[in-house]
Nanobody
């Protein structure tokens, strides 16, 4: 499984970005995909996740601002981010797992940088 993120960039506080994750390879056994982020000096955190069964997870810090979705025809996962805050600045990673979305993830993308200026 290969995951390639895109869509990061520099945006002012209050702005929006949409991240994309193009997935390829043997995806039929993948159960869940998610977006993680890691800011300098901080631990990596799960921001949002989506399972094939339809379960969705959002971190409290992004609820109401971020939306995770997927386009099965394009094998692409999205993260729509609105009302961005400086504290959302981080490297964002797409990840996929054979287990439930809270499980340890098996595949990772290279990351895309999101920088929110105040």
């Amino acid at each position: 499984v290969q995951l390639v993120e895109s869509g990061g960039g520099l945006v002012q506080a209050g702005g929006s970005l949409r991240l994309s994750c193009a997935a390829s390879g043997s995806l039929f056994s993948i159960n869940a995909m998610g977006w993680y982020r890691q800011a300098p000096g901080k631990e990596r955190e799960l921001v949002a996740a989506l399972s094939t069964g339809g379960s969705i997870y959002y971190a409290d810090s992004v609820k109401g601002r971020f939306t995770i979705s997927r386009d099965n025809a394009k094998n692409t996962l999205y993260l729509q981010m609105h009302s961005l805050k400086p504290e959302d600045t981080a490297m964002y990673y797409c990840a996929a797992t054979y287990g439930p979305f809270e499980h340890e993830y098996d595949y990772w993308g290279q990351g895309t940088q999101v920088t929110v200026s105040s």
